[in-house]
């Protein structure tokens, strides 16, 4: 996967950010209607949240570009809101999660999400704020376990990039674990990486490397 793929995919994933909660399970029903109406379906999100991600980078780049620390900050923030990191990293260790334990899934997925930040995270400077997003569908996944939310990134003087959002309910808001760009699956991108390592060593030592820096997220796979 190239450096400037895996940088659409971490936008793209910015870009379906849903910080909006439900109101609690106590609040009266109304009012829970109101605020599910209101929240509207995930192509809604996908669409109403990623024009407030292009605006804040492109209003704060000078500063972004001066602070990498407040860019970081701000990545964190909305990954971290909006990306469903366990059940994404339960997806990418794939058979070699079967059994895993809570705690070294956590472990895993924390390690990979911080590790890609570090290393492409910086290159969402040089992101296009002027695309638009449509969205094209939105159908339901297999087995019931959410949706898949087709759309494009629309760009000046090229070819439309397609972008897929697969969904899940994970508590009170929907959440992204996957994101496929131009057909290349963040998920089976990473399954396939790690594969070899994770046949030779624990959860636990893939998940120390990747945060200690020996092993990293490779922006040539695929």
């Known amino acids: 996967m190239k450096r400037?793929?895996?940088?659409?995919?971490?936008?793209?994933?910015?870009?379906?950010?849903?910080?909006?909660?439900?109101?609690?399970?106590?609040?009266?029903?109304?009012?829970?209607?109101?605020?599910?109406?209101?929240?509207?379906s995930p192509s809604q999100l996908v669409l109403d949240n990623s024009q407030r991600v292009l605006t804040t980078?492109?209003?704060?780049?000078?500063?972004?570009?001066?602070?990498?620390?407040?860019l970081r900050a701000f990545i964190n923030s909305e990954f971290n809101t909006m990306f469903d990191r366990d059940y994404a990293a339960r997806q990418v260790?794939?058979?070699?999660?079967?059994?895993?334990?809570?705690?070294?899934v956590k472990l895993f997925a924390d390690a990979l999400a911080d590790n890609l930040m570090q290393r492409y995270g910086s290159s969402l400077l040089d992101f296009n704020?002027?695309?638009?997003?449509?969205?094209?569908?939105?159908?339901?996944?297999?087995?019931?376990?959410g949706v898949?939310?087709?759309?494009?990134?629309?760009?000046?003087?090229?070819?439309?990039?397609?972008?897929?959002?697969?969904?899940?309910?994970?508590?009170?808001q929907w959440k992204v674990f996957d994101v496929m760009v131009e057909g290349v699956s963040f998920v089976q991108t990473f399954r396939q990486q790690?594969?070899?390592?994770l046949t030779n060593k624990?959860?636990?030592?893939?998940a120390t490397e990747l945060r200690s820096g020996q092993l990293n997220t490779d922006a040539s796979t695929q």
């Open 93 to 104: 260790l794939g058979r070699h999660g079967r059994g895993a334990s809570d705690a070294d």
């Open 194 to 197: 790690f594969d070899n390592e």
């Open 202 to 206: 624990s959860i636990r030592q893939v």
């Open 4 to 40: 400037s793929l895996i940088s659409l995919v971490i936008a793209s994933a910015l870009l379906a950010a849903t910080p909006a909660l439900l109101f609690a399970q106590d609040a009266a029903p109304a009012a829970a209607a109101a605020a599910a109406k209101m929240q509207g």
């Open 129 to 145: 704020t002027k695309l638009r997003v449509r969205v094209k569908s939105e159908t339901p996944l297999p087995r019931g376990i």
């Open 148 to 172: 898949k939310v087709s759309s494009e990134m629309l760009r000046q003087g090229g070819e439309p990039i397609p972008v897929d959002y697969l969904m899940r309910r994970s508590g009170s």
């Open 57 to 70: 980078l492109e209003k704060r780049r000078d500063e972004f570009t001066k602070n990498r620390g407040a």
